[in-house]
Nanobody
Framework: QVQLVESGGGLVQAGGSLTLSCAAS????????MGWFRQAPGKEREFVAA????????TYTDSVKGRFTISRDNAKNTLYLQMNTLKPEDTAVYYC?????????????????WGQGTQVTVSS
């Protein structure tokens, strides 16, 4: 059974940093693209960042460019999101996801497996 478990969320002041992790189990995802999405209360789930199977291709939504870095460790079957200079508008539940293809997607329906989410709250 495939499981994605996010960790690393929490409460941080504006300008602070957090690193999210997503540990996958049940199968190896070294040939799959992976991504991070977030959902704030009352809003739709939105794309944050994605990385292709090798880590050689990464993409970000404009609002996090220069502040967030997505990475992966295929040996550990783990995805990361380093978040710096956090802003109150980054507050959301963050989800990791795995795509059934090797290349990046930016839409939630393109992803096949999802974690349960981890809360990130940025206070002003």
């Amino acid at each position: 059974q495939v499981q994605l478990v996010e960790s690393g969320g929490g409460l941080v002041q504006a300008g602070g940093s957090l690193t999210l992790s997503c540990a996958a189990s049940g199968r190896t995802f070294s040939s799959n693209a992976m991504g991070w999405f977030r959902q704030a209360p009352g809003k739709e789930r939105e794309f944050v960042a994605a990385i292709n199977w090798s880590g050689g291709d990464r993409t970000y939504t404009d609002s996090v460019k220069g502040r967030f870095t997505i990475s992966r460790d295929n040996a550990k079957n783990t995805l990361y999101l380093q978040m710096n200079t956090l802003k109150p508008e980054d507050t959301a539940v963050y989800y990791c996801a795995v795509r059934g293809k090797a290349w990046i997607g930016r839409r939630p329906p393109e992803y096949d497996y999802w974690g349960q989410g981890t809360q990130v709250t940025v206070s002003s």
